[in-house]
């Protein structure tokens, strides 16, 4: 009886995470710990650096079956629907809304609910710093090339640059899932980040002159121009590039909700309880693709580095055409709006608003910035498509 006991225990033992844990799950799990700080204690977008740093310690937990990355990236290039009911883990179920390309969309339908579009009506100029600052992905997407990485994997690579996690996610899981984790973390990483890495190239790119100038207030914009807005933009950036349709539909029928006034429930809906359930599954799920067998190679550093690359080109971008309107107009539009391309709605327009209020105090530039930053969301997501439309056929 005691040796069955004792067999017992030592079973126990032989099974537990303890005596399986290897050095890079460990590695790993101490990653995710810095990252929970960042969300935790430096409030760096914590809703989604927070769930995607648990789901990084959930993978990397030995003997715990939570995600099994070869059900979905296989030689078959198919999800493997046999073994997923048969040895299916709890985090490869809810995965299966990024593979199959279902959250990112419903993210955009709520960003969409929550997005004034008026700076951009009243001033659609901005829309040019909103394109110029997507730069940054077509850099590093040949930079990606040159450091040999192929055409589907330079293009989520590239797709960093944009600063927007959705569209980073959406474009790489039909590119190159076996980089998801590498490039969402980095893209997040990076959005979390841009209070510190814009500022610099601000003021590296202008004139002291140039970011004390005061623009001029925007023009109201009527309640038609609001619903034919986004309407009229789901049609033709859909008819120009139809890999792009599923988040410029969503993201401009979540916008079609909230100015059209005749269902403020499912505005709420959307960009609340809908954005906050699919915030926390999208999250976790992408946390867990950055297992140590796939995030601990040479390939993982390469990305980080390009995507700051893209991410400092793209804010380039937008202030150096910023720079070139506001010469052509005779000053009257402050460069520094252009750095909020980027699409980090709305760090990077407070940005913008902040650098240019330490150059004159009296200076109020958060909703020119909104312009270029809302025009950066559909400027990335038009990227997207574009770059999907290219490689897609390549995979």
């Not at 950036?237 to 792009?244: A, C, G, K």
């Not at 979540?254 to 005749?262: D, H, I, P, Y």
């Not at 906050?276 to 867990?288: P, S």
């Amino acid at each position: 009886m005691l040796e069955i006991f004792l067999d017992s225990v030592q079973k126990l033992i032989n099974g537990s995470g303890f005596m399986n844990l290897t050095g890079g799950q460990a590695l790993m799990i101490l990653v995710s710990f810095v990252l929970m700080y960042l969300a935790i204690g430096r409030g760096f977008e914590p809703l989604l650096l927070l769930p995607i740093a648990f789901g990084m310690l959930l993978t990397n937990l030995p003997m715990a079956g939570l995600y099994h990355p070869e059900i979905f990236i296989n030689d078959t290039g198919h999800i493997l629907w046999e073994q997923l009911g048969n040895s299916g883990g709890l985090l490869d179920y809810l995965y299966l809304g990024v593979k199959l390309g279902i959250y990112p969309p419903l993210i955009f339908l709520g960003v969409g609910c929550m997005t004034d579009f008026g700076p951009l009506i009243a001033n659609p100029k901005s829309f040019l710093m909103g394109a110029a600052a997507q730069l940054g992905i077509f850099i590093a997407f040949f930079g990606a090339l040159l450091l040999g990485f192929t055409g589907p994997e330079a293009g989520s690579i590239g797709i960093i640059g944009g600063a927007d996690g959705p569209t980073a996610i959406f474009t790489t899981t039909q590119l190159a899932p076996h980089l998801l984790g590498s490039v969402a973390i980095a893209a997040y990483s990076y959005m979390a980040l841009v209070p510190i890495i814009q500022p610099p190239i601000m003021k590296l790119l202008t004139t002291k002159k140039m970011r004390a100038i005061r623009m001029e207030q925007l023009r109201p914009v009527s309640k038609l121009e609001r619903i034919v807005f986004p309407i009229l933009v789901a049609v033709v950036v859909s008819f120009l590039v139809p890999d792009t349709a599923p988040l410029i539909g969503m993201l401009m029928l979540g916008n079609l909700f909230r100015e059209s006034g005749v269902a403020d429930r499912l505005s709420k809906t959307a960009q609340n309880e809908l954005m906050n359930i699919v915030t926390i599954f999208l999250g976790t799920t992408v946390g867990a693709t950055a297992s140590a067998e796939r995030f601990l190679t040479p390939q993982t550093l390469k990305i980080i580095a390009l995507g700051l690359c893209a991410f400092a080109i793209g804010t380039a971008g937008g202030v150096l055409l910023g720079d070139l309107m506001c010469i052509i107009t005779g000053g009257k539009i402050n460069p520094l709006i252009g750095s909020a391309g980027v699409s980090a709605v709305p760090m990077a327009a407070r940005v913008s608003q902040k650098v240019g209020q330490k150059e004159n105090p009296t200076n109020f530039l958060l909703m020119h910035a909104m312009g270029p930053n809302v025009s950066g969301v559909i400027g990335s997501a038009v990227a997207a498509g574009v770059l999907l439309a290219i490689l897609k056929p390549l995979v």
